[in-house]
């Protein structure tokens, strides 16, 4: 293939590295004959609206039948999407325009469709004003019909391997068919992290990149493609040495099943015997399975935020409460740690955008938000008391930066429970409680906070960013985001410290949690539990197994008084060459 | 004369009236010969097209009218009515 290489910023929203082809599926606008005709045509042109309405109908039920038996949530909704193809108000309002104004069926259809999708924008409900996609897909469907352009099952069903889906945006039809080809990767102009291409890509285990503006574009089909899912890059027709890099990063992620049903049956345990618990961090209850499947031990951190999102009042107790038992109908007995809501209000429950924050990572959110807003986070808090009787739950705080907020949520916490026992229903008393520490001055007053609760898990993302003062979108600074800065080993000790002398577990939910390279680390640091996105964890559970604890320690040692980032880095990749030889795929170091 | 009949009942579940709910209730709707209305905040709208009920942007709390008219009216409005009391799950 020629043409230049390019990059591409989106959201990561499903982990891992893939490379691959480009399949283009173009979704937008299709192009269509608008032409006045005869009156004494209409009866024709009704007639092929017909033909068209009811091809789309058919269609979107035997794509329902042959790919949406997973799941009764992807049937119920291509129902729905083809109820929507043969609604009668379309067909009516779209005949009366033929008839009335002697256009033709594709010119009428099109016409109503916008009017259609332009009332669902007025409405004030998100949810309901985000329908005019599916309305728009509809559409799209029936004016393919009519012109013959239709791009269907039987292309999408022979997809060749190394196949990376670049598309507009994807249809539920199109992800239903998708889901079960050898779909490589999905990179989409538009979507977030909780968009229906997200979730699906997730649920498969594929990588996947939302957000990638302008890809459309740029991409031919068959152009070779890099993309980074956990990043949320996409590297167009890349660069040798960027495909050989790229390679070794898709390796730890492509694991043999040999590998993967290693690290479901074996105990993340050093060589001499420190066992560390690796558990997984998710989004939505449906990945717990995922998770699971790649010998999670549990759940380390369960970001509650999707629970919120899309909606215009924040969810009940029992919203929460029912979310929270779910999870435990699939982990069992097994340990889940819930995070407490972490964004501010406004972005999320459709109110009228306040005056934006000029720095919104400091600003009213996490914690501080939900200290002042009971309505959020009193319900959130009896959900996850009364769920704690169905398993062993632990709460956990984000963004905590002072004693008195720990008090607050104490107290709140409190009051909730009494309320609780006044109504009779049946929860738990004394749920543990833990902070993420993620700011500078928790880390600082780690002994204060250890008296206070009961476990820490360190947010490295944020505390990195916070502790360098280094916004990593920044293309020009993002050099100086460098995890292994001696500050940042010597506050990750200063964390653990005076937590094992109150007693009290640490883990790492982080990003670097996640990457083999930072394991030896970890363990030398004494870390009770590494808690990351499903698709790492056999890589690091088979670190951990081919370590030794005391060798670790030593290596930390070093690190604590190493001269900067790149002497310590060179000192991970030399104490992996000459410990580990035999797993040097597993492992690359950052640049 | 055909038969006339109405009710009014709350939308409970979390969701609202959304795409499948919607999906579910013309599906009930269209089971009857009578003309089945929804109406909602001044909003009168054909209770057999499921574009017509999304656009009413019930959700959870809202307090919404079932009319019908013909000869099976009242069944037509118990049986919608029905189903958003149930908040739309299976009987």
């Given at each position: 293939?020629?043409?230049?290489?390019?990059?591409?910023?989106?959201?990561?929203?499903?982990?891992?590295?893939?490379?691959?082809?480009?399949?283009?599926?173009?979704?937008?606008?299709?192009?269509?004959?608008?032409?006045?005709?005869?009156?004494?045509?209409?009866?024709?042109?009704?007639?092929?609206?017909?033909?068209?309405?009811?091809?789309?109908?058919?269609?979107?039920?035997?794509?329902?039948?042959?790919?949406?038996?997973?799941?009764?949530?992807?049937?119920?909704?291509?129902?729905?999407?083809?109820?929507?193809?043969?609604?009668?108000?379309?067909?009516?309002?779209?005949?009366?325009?033929?008839?009335?104004?002697?256009?033709?069926?594709?010119?009428?259809?099109?016409?109503?469709?916008?009017?259609?999708?332009?009332?669902?924008?007025?409405?004030?409900?998100?949810?309901?004003?985000?329908?005019?996609?599916?309305?728009?897909?509809?559409?799209?469907?029936?004016?393919?019909?009519?012109?013959?352009?239709?791009?269907?099952?039987?292309?999408?069903?022979?997809?060749?391997?190394?196949?990376?889906?670049?598309?507009?945006?994807?249809?539920?039809?199109?992800?239903?068919?998708?889901?079960?080809?050898?779909?490589?990767?999905?990179?989409?102009?538009?979507?977030?992290?909780?968009?229906?291409?997200s979730i699906v890509a997730r649920s498969l285990d594929v990588p996947a990149v939302v957000g990638a503006h302008g890809i459309l574009d740029a991409a031919g089909s068959g152009d070779l493609i890099m993309v980074d899912g956990s990043q949320g890059t996409v590297l167009l027709r890349p660069t040798p040495n960027q495909v050989d890099r790229g390679r070794k990063?898709?390796?730890?992620?492509?694991?043999?099943?040999?590998?993967?049903?290693?690290?479901?049956?074996?105990?993340?345990?050093?060589?001499?015997?420190?066992?560390?618990?690796v558990a997984g961090n998710i989004e939505v209850p449906t990945e717990v399975a995922t998770v699971l499947n790649r010998g999670g031990e549990g759940i380390g951190l369960y970001r509650t935020e999707f629970l919120f999102l899309g909606r215009d009042t924040p969810p009940g107790e029992e919203d929460h409460y029912r979310t929270y038992c779910r999870i435990f109908d699939e982990v069992g007995d097994r340990e889940v740690t819930i995070r407490t809501f972490d964004l501010g209000g406004e972005k999320v429950f459709g109110a009228m955008p306040r005056e934006s924050e000029p720095n919104p990572a400091m600003g009213f959110r996490a914690i501080r938000f939900c200290l002042k807003n009971p309505a959020v986070f009193e319900p959130q808090i009896a959900g996850l008391l009364r769920a704690a009787t169905r398993g062993p739950l632990r709460i956990m705080l984000p963004m905590v930066a002072a004693l008195e907020e720990l008090a607050m949520a104490k107290e709140i916490i409190a009051r909730v429970e009494a309320q609780l026992t006044r109504d009779g229903k049946e929860h738990k008393k004394d749920v543990p409680l833990g902070i993420m520490i993620e700011v500078p001055s928790a880390a600082v007053i780690a002994d204060q906070l250890a008296e206070a609760c009961d476990f820490f898990s360190i947010g490295t993302n944020d505390l990195l960013q916070f502790?360098?003062?280094?916004?990593?979108?920044?293309?020009?600074?993002?050099?100086?985001?460098?995890?292994?800065?001696?500050?940042?080993?010597?506050?990750?000790?200063?964390?653990?410290?005076?937590?094992?002398?109150?007693?009290?577990?640490?883990?790492?939910?982080?990003?670097?949690?996640?990457?083999?390279?930072y394991t030896p680390l970890f363990v030398g640091l004494g870390m009770d539990q590494l808690s990351m996105n499903a698709g790492a964890i056999p890589a690091v559970k088979r670190m951990i197994r081919e370590l030794k604890k005391e060798d670790c320690d030593e290596l930390c040692g070093h690190l604590l008084q190493s001269k900067g980032h790149q002497v310590a880095t060179d000192l991970i990749v030399d104490f992996l060459n000459a410990k580990v030889p035999g797993i040097s795929r597993l492992w690359s170091a950052p640049t | 004369m055909s038969h006339r009949a109405r009710k009014k009942v709350l939308v409970i579940n979390d969701l609202g009236m959304h795409l499948r709910a919607a999906g579910a209730l013309v599906q009930v709707a269209s089971q009857f010969k009578a003309e089945v209305s929804l109406e909602h905040k001044g909003n009168k709208v054909n209770g057999k097209s499921i574009m017509s009920v999304l656009s009413l942007a019930a959700s959870k709390g809202c307090e919404v009218l079932v009319m019908a008219e013909g000869d099976d009216a009242e069944q037509a409005v118990d049986a919608v009515a029905g189903l958003i009391e149930r908040g739309f799950s299976a009987t």
């Open positions: 293939m020629t043409g230049r290489p390019r990059a591409f910023h989106g959201i990561g929203a499903s982990q891992g590295v893939a490379i691959g082809r480009v399949y283009l599926l173009d979704r937008r606008r299709v192009r269509f004959p608008r032409y006045h005709i005869q009156p004494d045509q209409a009866a024709y042109e009704t007639e092929r609206l017909e033909q068209a309405i009811t091809k789309s109908v058919s269609q979107l039920e035997l794509i329902r039948e042959r790919f949406a038996d997973r799941g009764q949530e992807h049937h119920a909704i291509l129902e729905a999407h083809a109820m929507l193809a043969r609604d009668r108000a379309l067909f009516d309002q779209s005949t009366a325009l033929i008839r009335d104004e002697h256009i033709n069926a594709e010119w009428a259809v099109s016409q109503v469709i916008d009017r259609i999708r332009d009332a669902f924008g007025r409405l004030s409900d998100a949810y309901f004003r985000e329908r005019r996609g599916d309305v728009d897909f509809i559409g799209e469907r029936i004016l393919r019909n009519l012109t013959g352009q239709l791009v269907e099952a039987s292309e999408l069903d022979r997809l060749g391997e190394g196949t990376v889906i670049v598309a507009h945006d994807l249809s539920p039809a199109d992800t239903a068919i998708l889901a079960r080809q050898r779909v490589t990767a999905f990179v989409t102009e538009v979507g977030g992290k909780t968009s229906h291409t990063l898709a390796e730890r992620y492509q694991l043999s099943n040999l590998e993967i049903l290693e690290a479901k049956s074996l105990p993340a345990a050093t060589l001499d015997g420190t066992t560390i618990v502790l360098l003062a280094v916004d990593r979108t920044n293309e020009r600074v993002d050099y100086l985001y460098q995890p292994l800065h001696p500050a940042v080993v010597r506050t990750l000790r200063s964390i653990v410290g005076p937590a094992h002398a109150r007693g009290i577990p640490v883990s790492v939910c982080g990003e670097m949690a996640g990457n083999p390279f | -």
